[in-house]
C-alpha cells in the first residue's frame, strides 16, 4: 500500500512540474531535460519493480512513453482551456528525446542483464 501511495505522490508532483513553466534559464536545454528525466523515470521503474523485472519494467516503459505523450497533449489542451499559454504546445521532439531518454537506460539495463547471467553461467561452469 505505501508503494502505491509514494507512486502516485510522485506521479502527480512530475505532472504538476510538467505543466508549469520552466525558468527561463532552462529554456535552451529542455529537450536535454527531457531525456535525462526520462532515463532517470526508466531507472526508477527498474528499482520500484526490482523483485519483477522483465515484463514489470517492459510495463512500466510502455506506461512511461503513454505518459509522455499524454503530457505533451495536456500541455497543449490546457493552452486551450484556459485561453493563455500556460506551457508550451505539442512538440513531436519532446516525445523523441523521451524516447531517446528511456531507449537510453533501456539499454544498459538489458545489456546489463544480459553481462550478468553470462557472468552467472560462466561461473557455474
Known amino acids: 500500500m505505501i508503494r502505491i501511495a ?6 502527480l508532483l512530475i505532472i504538476v512540474g510538467f505543466m508549469i513553466k520552466l525558468p527561463h534559464s532552462f529554456h535552451n536545454y529542455d529537450k536535454e531535460l527531457h531525456a535525462l528525466f526520462y532515463f532517470y ?4 521503474c527498474n528499482l520500484f519493480w526490482a523483485k519483477n523485472r522483465g515484463i514489470y519494467y517492459i ?7 503513454v505518459f509522455g ?3 505533451e ?4 489542451t490546457s493552452n ?3 485561453r ?3 506551457h508550451g504546445n505539442f512538440d513531436l521532439q519532446d516525445i523523441q528525446y523521451n524516447l531517446l531518454g528511456i531507449g537510453l537506460y533501456s539499454t544498459l539495463f ?16
Open 6 to 11: 509514494t507512486f502516485t505522490v510522485i506521479t
Open 41 to 44: 523515470a526508466s531507472f526508477g
Open 59 to 65: 510495463l512500466g516503459v510502455f506506461g512511461l512513453i
Open 69 to 71: 505523450v499524454g503530457i
Open 73 to 76: 497533449i495536456a500541455q497543449d
Open 80 to 82: 486551450h482551456f484556459f
Open 84 to 86: 493563455k499559454k500556460i
Open 110 to 125: 538489458f545489456a546489463n542483464s544480459l553481462y550478468q547471467k553470462i557472468i552467472t553461467k560462466t561461473q557455474s561452469l
